[in-house]
């Protein structure tokens, strides 16, 4: 290596310290900015308390009917989107397996709408309602929500079930098992852990986006009990 090959290498490895740096700079003053604001502002009941009259505008009360609100959003999208993704996830792993050029075009369109960002979601859901005259409901926001992280969910199993090894599934060809049996009993087996990640994965940007679909699933200051026909219609009763 010359001696300008050396100066180079010297430059761009003190390039990319100082970035990193910078970097780790800027987020600990962004962690400290909200720590240093927020905790003060904390409190049990907060935390605890519904909203009282006039909230928003410094009066009493708390959040933990927003907390509540985006848990349910968030967990029943989660539960759907497993549901609906760990099947598909399989099927392009076990049953499309030697059909790669379908494989690629369904994994490129999945990433293609996963970048598509929330609030498009959000604001195609409340046209929907628009469009058939629909209430606002908590099964609305949660079909919406599960719209924009299934393919989060698809993905992320996608990407851990492509690498369990050719070899397991010929032996579990070679012992006479059909490809439902390799996939829910051998596949889901040996990827369990990254699975686990795909759900939280989901989870997290399902709680992360919930105020996208705040006119879909509807907005109040109470917390309400409700029943199986009354999530689908919008309707709740108060406590």
Known sequence: MTRAQKVEEKFFKLLMILA???ILAILAII???IFEKGLKSISWE???QVPQGGYYYGKGGGILNAILGSLALASGAT????LIGLPVALYLNVFLIRHKRMISIIRFLLDLVWGIPSIVYGAFGFSLLIFFGLQTSLLAGILTVTL???PIMIRSMDEILSTVPVGLQEAAYSLGSNKSEIAFKIFTRQSFSGIITAVLLSFGRGIGDAA???FTAGYTDHLQVCSPGDL???ITRQK
């Open 232 to 234: 689908a219609n919008g």
């Open 46 to 48: 907060m935390l605890t």
């Open 212 to 214: 996208a679909v705040l």
């Open 20 to 22: 990193t740096y910078f």
């Open 79 to 82: 539960l759907l989107a497993f």
């Open 31 to 33: 962690i400290y900015s």
């Open 148 to 150: 924009f992280i299934l």
